[in-house]
Structure formats: structure tokens, C-alpha cells
């Protein structure tokens, strides 16, 4: 009896229908693979060429169903090898052979629908990659040739180009260091720096004919506004002295070392236009355009303090002049903010915080009496005046008051 059962085991029927199985298993197996290792292969590459886009969280579960799927068909095809080379018989093994090609079609569907979702990015990842290679070769050609250009001009000692390249000499040995295995996405974020400072460098090389012009004409402006400056710092001393004779000790106060910070501001910005003169003379205009950029700084400076002095003496004898122009004017704004918060039903709220501001008006007026009156504190707090009713006014333009009922 055994003997017959291990020849109904030999038999060609069975033989056949393990190898139909084997045949139906690896069929399904290198479908999911093939799909597994394009989708593996075209995240790699987004995670290399799109690093902020977190595509490999989401091909994880993906990815774990496929090893569980190729664990199955590995387990079950070592059995069915094992059983033929054994002649034994294995119980529902059509059940078990559609169940694992079952779990192996279900990871390959979970590929496609993971790569339907994205697969405009990873199919652009993918191609982008695949031209790294090219765009490095690409971006070191022309890093030499503009390079070479460089160091030809006749403009090669001027800063900015001196400066952009020894920048594309640093971002050409970042990638010039990478290896052939090197992942695609530090070679192209190098061979992007090689690019920019290329652009950097040509640019650099296209302006420096402009330099010594433009050097040249900023030298003159300079001069001219120098020399312009310097005849109205003679009006200073003069200015200051008439405040300090014709005015209360407080309204120069704050300006006793206006002179003196004014020459020294103008001996500043006349030292950088000397060495700007040097410059030019030595053939670095840009150094020069830097120059006349820091003699302008002074110059402005010098101008403000100028002003400072001779504008308080200007605006003071003005409100000697006519001291009620200036209240006029406060009142004027004074009686705006009240229009506003009567047309807003907000003078419960306002009403009588601008009245005190009618009283405290009142109050600067009476200031200006004896030999000297205090101008400028009679100006100052009129202006303290103006800036509180502006921001009242601005206040009551965000609340949301109500129209007035006619």
C-alpha cells in the first residue's frame, strides 16, 4: 500500500501542477518587484532632489507590505520545492498558491496607487537626477571658460571680480570633491552654487567696464557737494551765537557740539574722498565708488547737524513773529478730533480727555511773558500737544462708533 502512494506521489500530475504553481508565483513576484524597485528607485531620487517633501514616510507601509508579500512567496516556494523534490503531498496547495499571488497582486497595487498620487513629482525627480551628470559637466565647462576669462581681463585686480572669483574657485572644489557614487542630490546642490557664481562672475566681468565712469563722476558729485557743505558750516557759528543771544539758554541746549561733530564729520567724508582720488589714480575704481559712498555718509551727516541749528534759529524767530500761528494751528487740530467724536457718539469716551487738551493749551500760552520767553519749550509742548490729539484721533478711526442720529 505505501509503495502504491509514493507512486501515485511521483506521478507527472502532480509534478506538473507544482511547477504550473511555481511558474504562476514568480510571474506575480517579478511584477511586484519590478514595480517595487521603479517606485523605490524614483522616491530615492525625491528625497535627493526634493528634500523638503517627506515622499518616503508614505512609501514605508507600501514598501512593508511588498517585503511581507515577497516573505510569503519565498516561504511558499522553498515548500513547493521542497514537496517535489520530496514527492510529498501538500494539502491546499492550489488554496495557498492563489492566496500568496493574491498578497503579491495587492502589494502591487498598493505600489501603483502610492505612484498614481505623486507620480508627476517622482517621474520629474527621476528625470531630474538622471541629468545631474550632465548638468555638472555642463556647469564645470563653463566655470572654466568664465574663469579663464578672468584671469585675461584687464579688470582682473578689481575687487569685485577678484572677489567672485575666488567664490567660484571655492564652489568648483566642493564639487570637483564629490565622487562618482555620490547621491545625485548633494551633486546638483553643488553644481547649482558652481552656476549662481558663475552667473556671479560674468556679471562681475560685464559692469567693470562701467567702474572707472562711474568712479569718476562720483569723485566730481562728491567735490562739488563737499565744497557746498562746507560753505554752509560757515553759517553755523553764527547761527548759534544769534540763539544763544536772542533766545532762552534751553532752546540751543541740546546743540552745543554741533560745530564741532559737524567738522568733524566733513574732515571725515574730505579724508575718504582724498583716498577715493587715490584710488582712481591707481586704476580701482570700485574701491574708489566705496569711498565716495562713505564721503557721502559724512557729508550727510555734517548737513543734518548744519541744519539742526540753522533751522531751530529760522523756525524760533518765526514764533517770536507770531506766536499764535502755532497755537492757531493746534487749536484747528484740536477742534478736528472733537468733530470726530461727536460724528462717532464717542465723546462719553473722548469728549473730555480733549477738553483737558483745550486747557492745557491754555495753560502754554501763558508761558511766553518776561524778557526772554521760553520758545522753545513753548514750541516743544505744543508739538506734545499735536502728537496726544493724533493719537486720539487714531484711536477713534479703529473703534467702531457709532454715526451720529440726526
Same mark, same amino acid.
Given at each position: 500500500?505505501?509503495?502504491?502512494?509514493?507512486?501515485?506521489?511521483?506521478? $507527472?500530475?502532480?509534478?506538473?501542477?507544482?511547477?504550473?504553481?511555481?511558474?504562476?508565483?514568480?510571474?506575480?513576484?517579478?511584477?511586484? *518587484?519590478? =514595480?517595487?524597485?521603479?517606485?523605490?528607485?524614483?522616491?530615492?531620487?525625491?528625497?535627493?532632489?526634493?528634500?523638503?517633501?517627506?515622499? #518616503?514616510? &508614505?512609501?514605508?507601509?507600501?514598501?512593508?507590505?511588498?517585503?511581507?508579500?515577497?516573505?510569503?512567496?519565498?516561504?511558499?516556494?522553498?515548500?513547493?520545492?521542497?514537496?517535489?523534490?520530496?514527492?510529498?503531498?501538500?494539502?491546499?496547495?492550489?488554496?495557498?498558491?492563489?492566496?500568496?499571488?493574491?498578497?503579491?497582486?495587492?502589494?502591487?497595487?498598493?505600489?501603483?496607487?502610492?505612484?498614481?498620487?505623486?507620480?508627476?513629482?517622482?517621474?520629474?525627480?527621476?528625470?531630474?537626477? =538622471?541629468?545631474?551628470?550632465?548638468?555638472?559637466?555642463?556647469?564645470?565647462? *563653463?566655470?572654466?571658460? @568664465?574663469?579663464?576669462?578672468?584671469?585675461? $581681463?584687464?579688470?582682473?585686480?578689481?575687487?569685485? @571680480?577678484?572677489?567672485?572669483?575666488?567664490?567660484?574657485?571655492?564652489?568648483?572644489?566642493?564639487?570637483?570633491?564629490?565622487?562618482?557614487?555620490?547621491?545625485?542630490?548633494?551633486?546638483?546642490?553643488?553644481?547649482?552654487?558652481?552656476?549662481?557664481?558663475?552667473?556671479? +562672475?560674468?556679471?562681475?566681468?560685464?559692469?567693470?567696464?562701467?567702474?572707472?565712469?562711474?568712479?569718476?563722476?562720483?569723485?566730481?558729485?562728491?567735490?562739488?557737494?563737499?565744497?557746498?557743505? %562746507?560753505?554752509?558750516? %560757515?553759517?553755523?557759528?553764527?547761527?548759534?551765537?544769534?540763539?544763544?543771544?536772542?533766545?532762552?539758554?534751553?532752546?540751543?541746549?541740546?546743540?552745543?557740539?554741533?560745530?564741532?561733530?559737524?567738522?568733524?564729520?566733513?574732515?571725515?567724508?574730505?579724508?575718504?574722498?582724498?583716498? &577715493?582720488?587715490?584710488?582712481?589714480?591707481?586704476?580701482?575704481?570700485?574701491?574708489?565708488?566705496?569711498?565716495?559712498?562713505?564721503?557721502?555718509?559724512? +557729508?550727510?551727516? #555734517?548737513?543734518? +547737524?548744519?541744519?539742526?541749528?540753522?533751522?531751530?534759529?529760522?523756525?524760533?524767530?518765526?514764533?517770536?513773529?507770531?506766536?499764535?500761528?502755532?497755537?492757531?494751528? @493746534?487749536?484747528?487740530?484740536? =477742534?478736528?478730533?472733537?468733530?470726530?467724536?461727536? $460724528?462717532? *457718539?464717542?465723546?462719553?469716551?473722548?469728549?473730555? @480727555?480733549?477738553?483737558?487738551? #483745550?486747557?492745557?493749551?491754555?495753560?502754554?500760552?501763558?508761558?511766553?511773558?518776561?524778557?526772554?520767553?521760553?520758545?522753545?519749550?513753548?514750541?516743544?509742548?505744543?508739538?506734545?500737544?499735536?502728537?496726544?490729539?493724533?493719537?486720539?484721533?487714531?484711536?477713534?478711526?479703529?473703534?467702531?462708533? =457709532?454715526?451720529?442720529?440726526?
Amino acid at each position: 500500500m505505501a509503495g502504491r502512494m509514493r507512486g501515485w506521489f511521483r506521478s $507527472s500530475g502532480n509534478n506538473e501542477w507544482m511547477q504550473q504553481a511555481r511558474t504562476r508565483l514568480a510571474q506575480a513576484f517579478l511584477d511586484m *518587484d519590478r =514595480r517595487q524597485s521603479a517606485a523605490e528607485a524614483a522616491v530615492h531620487a525625491a528625497r535627493q532632489i526634493f528634500p523638503r517633501q517627506d515622499h #518616503a514616510r &508614505a512609501w514605508e507601509p507600501v514598501r512593508a507590505r511588498c517585503y511581507a508579500a515577497a516573505d510569503a512567496y519565498l516561504s511558499w516556494s522553498q515548500e513547493l520545492e521542497a514537496a517535489e523534490r520530496d514527492n510529498t503531498w501538500l494539502p491546499a496547495g492550489q488554496a495557498r498558491t492563489d492566496a500568496v499571488i493574491a498578497q503579491l497582486a495587492d502589494a502591487a497595487a498598493g505600489i501603483d496607487a502610492f505612484y498614481r498620487q505623486r507620480q508627476h513629482t517622482l517621474e520629474e525627480a527621476v528625470e531630474l537626477a =538622471r541629468m545631474v551628470p550632465r548638468l555638472a559637466e555642463r556647469v564645470k565647462a *563653463d566655470a572654466a571658460r @568664465v574663469r579663464a576669462q578672468a584671469a585675461a $581681463s584687464e579688470f582682473a585686480g578689481y575687487p569685485s @571680480v577678484r572677489q567672485r572669483s575666488g567664490a567660484l574657485d571655492e564652489a568648483m572644489l566642493t564639487l570637483e570633491a564629490l565622487d562618482s557614487g555620490a547621491e545625485a542630490g548633494r551633486v546638483r546642490e553643488a553644481a547649482n552654487r558652481v552656476q549662481a557664481q558663475v552667473k556671479e +562672475l560674468s556679471e562681475a566681468l560685464a559692469q567693470a567696464p562701467f567702474r572707472k565712469p562711474a568712479a569718476t563722476n562720483a569723485v566730481a558729485s562728491v567735490t562739488t557737494r563737499l565744497d557746498a557743505v %562746507r560753505t554752509r558750516a %560757515r553759517g553755523l557759528a553764527p547761527a548759534y551765537s544769534a540763539l544763544l543771544r536772542e533766545f532762552h539758554a534751553a532752546s540751543s541746549a541740546d546743540l552745543t557740539n554741533n560745530e564741532r561733530e559737524s567738522q568733524r564729520a566733513i574732515d571725515a567724508a574730505a579724508d575718504a574722498l582724498a583716498r &577715493a582720488r587715490a584710488a582712481l589714480r591707481e586704476n580701482d575704481p570700485e574701491t574708489a565708488l566705496e569711498l565716495t559712498s562713505t564721503a557721502r555718509g559724512g +557729508l550727510g551727516e #555734517a548737513e543734518q +547737524l548744519i541744519d539742526s541749528v540753522t533751522g531751530r534759529l529760522a523756525m524760533l524767530r518765526s514764533v517770536r513773529a507770531d506766536p499764535a500761528e502755532k497755537v492757531k494751528d @493746534v487749536r484747528f487740530r484740536l =477742534r478736528d478730533a472733537q468733530m470726530l467724536a461727536v $460724528s462717532r *457718539d464717542l465723546v462719553s469716551e473722548w469728549g473730555s @480727555v480733549l477738553d483737558a487738551q #483745550a486747557e492745557r493749551i491754555d495753560r502754554i500760552s501763558a508761558t511766553l511773558s518776561g524778557r526772554h520767553p521760553d520758545y522753545w519749550a513753548y514750541v516743544t509742548e505744543l508739538d506734545a500737544v499735536t502728537e496726544f490729539i493724533a493719537g486720539v484721533v487714531e484711536r477713534m478711526r479703529k473703534q467702531a462708533g =457709532r454715526p451720529r442720529q440726526q
